[in-house]
């Protein structure tokens, strides 16, 4: 014989299951509210992505100022893509006007990069222009992305052979060479930017094919150490716009991120313009001495 109170609870538990309509029910509001969740998970990345690409332009920033503290000048541009790093001897880079290579290879030991300036330890010249091509820099990529990028190519630019080619997503700015980083092997003071330093954009975020980010694009292959070239440097001729799905960046720059790009002026203080700035008003900011004064959070 069952006892009473074992027969009453068993039946109390068969009572308490769900109902097939029941269930569904549970999971049709479950699904709503997924729904109404992912698009505020999607705006939360998408502030903390911007937020880590602006602290990316934070640093080049402070990388900048230090290179102007260290030679009284901002980093020059270089002559051209063909231009590897160059190097005096075995991990001994040459500066100044010997140094062929652009921007970005140029403020490596401001950005803890010592090593990869240095050419990692390589044993001859060619081993070190190797190494310094292909190592990625984490802080020249933005999050949005998706990470550090590397391709592996033939020779047509650095050493002979098959090696990685280190992308970027940043370019310094530049108008009929009128930027702070210029053409040339020879940098520019920051005395020489009457516009002041609020009033110049520096270096900003580059529009490339989203969908083609991990191989070679016409203006993002030779990678962050190549002197002039698309790679390295973007116009402010031309509207920004947002990252297009072929082709490539078409020398612009812009972003993955939505509505708006992030700049660092100058100044070394970090912005985002949107990409209706107006065409005209984003020209003078490449431009460091056309007495073109304005409120860049009117952008």
Known sequence: M????????????????????ELLVVI?????????LLPAVQKVREAAARASCQNNLKQLGIAMHGFHDANNEFPHGGQ????????????????????RAGWGYQILPHIEGNNIYNGGGGTTIDACQITA????????????????????????????????????????SNYENTGVVRYGFKGVPMGQISDGTSNTLMIGEKRLNKNGLLGFQGDDNEGYTSGW?????????????????????Q?????????????????????????TIDATTFSYLGN????????????
Do not use: E
């Not at 069952?2 to 309509?21: E, K, M, Q, Y």
């Not at 049709?28 to 109404?36: C, Q």
């Not at 984490?138 to 630019?157: A, H």
């Not at 460091?288 to 952008?299: P, Q, S, T």
């Open 80 to 99: 051209t893509w063909a231009d590897p790093p160059t190097f005096i001897s075995v991990g001994v880079p040459a500066t100044g006007l010997n140094q």
């Open 28 to 36: 049709a509001i479950i699904a709503v509210l997924i729904g109404l």
């Open 251 to 275: 020398q612009l720059f812009g972003s993955s991120h939505p509505q708006r790009f992030n700049i660092v002026l100058a100044d070394g203080s970090v912005r985002t313009l949107s990409y």
């Open 229 to 249: 070239d698309h790679d390295t440097m973007r116009l402010t001729n031309a509207q920004p716009a947002a990252d297009p799905t072929s082709g490539d960046g």
């Open 133 to 172: 091509i292909g190592t990625p820099v984490k802080i020249l990529f933005c999050p949005v992305r998706g990470g550090p990028r590397v391709f592996s190519g033939g020779s047509w630019y650095g050493p002979s052979g098959t090696y990685n080619h280190a992308q970027c997503d940043y370019a310094a």
């Open 288 to 299: 460091i001495n056309d007495g073109k004064v304005f409120d860049l959070n009117a952008f």
């Open 2 to 21: 069952v006892p009473n109170d074992f027969r009453h609870s068993a039946g109390a538990r068969r009572r308490g299951a769900f109902t097939l309509i």
